[in-house]
């Protein structure tokens, strides 16, 4: 089994995973993250990166749909090298899912050729000592066991907790940390505000969407709970809370009566009803913004949604910024035609997929820098034999102060080896899907007509995030950032406003 003296000179990655918030206001990062730059420090690794899942619980493996699922996949996939070490507080930081499970999970990542080390008993993991030795594997699904029983017990003595809590509010007031805005958190009666949230629920009676009732709130100058201005994320919380008609939940625990009522409770379902129903009609219908959740203004951040209007009795769509909809920046970037826009984007989606030419001078540059770390390494051996040898303590602090000296560069020296290594590995990535981008911009074309809701699918996969920047009405630019990490420009000459 290999030890951590024989990881020297490898690259590590560390990761950290909590899941409260209370022990992100902790030690917990600091704790974790200082751990692994000591382990990496004395036994001569190089922290390349950190990976936090912060307030990720992994009792129910939410962790692998996150930074750490993310890993993984980097890892399967050559972007992340499979000599890199990923080092761990212990092993239910990655997983407290059953025994049985975890270990299938943990086994195939160790598949891939990476070394996992658990820093609180110092254990380097890899598949060859696993399978050379069956002892190792019995104490990691051991540790893998403990960490489970322990979330199983705390989930449940927290769910009793909840109980308990929800009980003693029937009974009479607890102390919440939170409570809705129009309810007054000393006396738990309406406050001041009650009548602006009846006026959220009166404007989706009268069948306002979310979005419309954002901006007539804001239009209004009407305050939103933290008293900036209101988002739609802000007014469909609203909307959904049981408070409205004085229910008070507790983790599935409900309180009904416990808040004086804003509306009955059948109003608030009727008002449920009405958003469910306005979601299914645009859902079920032909999907028209093949480009959702990936539009954002490039003038102030802000995310862009497709609009319409009505002229010469055609209907036209636009892409329109929720900043300046909203009110919640000072933003005044023009509409973009939304037809005009997904015709250049489908014409020219190959276009954005042609990988940066790639720097053939990386192989030769990282031979030369590990000749320059090995010869750098023999110098720093000698100072370090030299150490052992001097005579005075002035020489001995001279000679020290070299050898920190030789760590700083060969230190800097690994870390340009890694950014060629990873500019290699991204431009293969994109170089090996260039084919499959061709293939895609047909099928994208194909499905715009036949079934819009898969061609968006595709599209998503593709693309990560697109700024709309306008220079003038006639110079528009579109920067397009791929899930693979490279951003491109489209530039638009004409706005073709209809006439």
């Excluded at 201005?229 to 983790?251: D, H, N």
């Excluded at 913004?289 to 954002?296: A, D, K, Q």
């Excluded at 300046?324 to 015709?343: G, H, I, L």
């Amino acid at each position: 089994m290999l030890q951590p003296r024989d990881l020297k000179g490898r690259q590590a990655i560390s990761y950290a995973r909590w899941s409260s918030g209370k022990q992100a206001h902790g030690d917990s990062l600091a704790r974790q993250t200082k751990n692994a730059e000591d382990f990496c420090r004395t036994h001569g690794l190089t922290l390349d990166r950190q990976l936090v899942d912060d307030g990720i619980s992994a009792f129910k493996g939410a962790n692998l749909e996150a930074s750490f699922g993310k890993l993984v996949a980097d890892i399967k996939s050559g972007v992340i090298l499979a000599d890199t070490v990923l080092i761990v507080e212990n092993v239910d930081r990655i997983s407290r899912l059953n025994y049985y499970d975890a270990q299938k999970f943990f086994g195939s990542v160790l598949e891939t050729g990476i070394t996992i080390v658990t820093l609180h008993d110092q254990r380097v993991h890899t598949i060859e000592g696993y399978r050379a030795n069956f002892m190792h594997m019995v104490q990691s699904i051991l540790s893998m066991q403990s960490a489970n029983e322990y979330s199983d017990k705390l989930s449940k003595r927290v769910k009793e907790a909840w109980s308990r809590k929800a009980d003693k509010a029937k009974a009479g007031r607890i102390k919440l940390a939170k409570v809705p805005f129009w309810i007054d958190r000393e006396t738990h009666e309406l406050s001041e505000r009650a009548d602006d949230a009846r006026l959220v629920f009166e404007l989706a009676k009268e069948g306002h969407g979310q979005q419309s009732i954002t901006q007539m709130l804001n239009t209004r100058g009407i305050p939103s709970p933290s008293g900036k201005t209101w988002a739609q994320a802000v007014v469909g919380e609203v909307l959904r809370s049981p408070a409205a008609y004085g229910c008070l939940v507790l983790k599935g625990e409900e309180v009904p009566g416990y808040f004086p009522a804003l509306i009955s409770e059948t109003e608030w379902l009727a008002t449920r009803q009405r958003t469910k129903a306005r979601r299914h009609s645009r859902q079920v219908g032909r999907t028209s913004n093949l480009f959702s959740r990936m539009v954002h203004c490039g003038h102030c951040g802000s995310p862009m949604v497709l609009t319409s209007s009505r002229k010469g009795g055609a209907v036209w769509g636009y892409f329109t910024c929720t900043g300046k909809t909203f009110k919640s920046t000072e933003c005044t970037a023009p509409n973009w035609r939304y037809d005009q826009f997904e015709q250049e984007m489908i014409d020219r989606i190959g276009f954005l997929a042609v990988p940066i030419p790639q720097d053939q001078t990386a192989p030769d540059l990282s031979r030369e820098l590990e000749e320059t770390i090995g010869a750098l390494e023999a110098k720093q051996s000698n100072v370090l034999a030299g150490i052992a040898e001097a005579d005075t303590p002035e020489v001995r602090k001279v000679l020290l102060g070299q050898a920190d000296q030789l760590a700083r560069q060969i230190e800097a020296k690994r870390r340009e080896i890694v950014a060629i290594r990873e500019n290699d590995a991204r431009h293969r990535e994109s170089a090996a899907a260039f084919v499959d981008f061709e293939m895609d911009q047909e099928e994208i074309k194909r499905l715009a007509d036949e079934d819009r809701k898969k061609a968006q699918g595709l599209i998503s996969n593709l693309v990560k995030r697109i700024d709309l920047e306008s220079d003038s009405k006639t110079l528009r630019r579109a920067v397009v950032t791929m899930r693979s990490g490279y951003s491109q420009a489209l530039v638009f000459d004409s706005t073709g406003e209809p006439g």
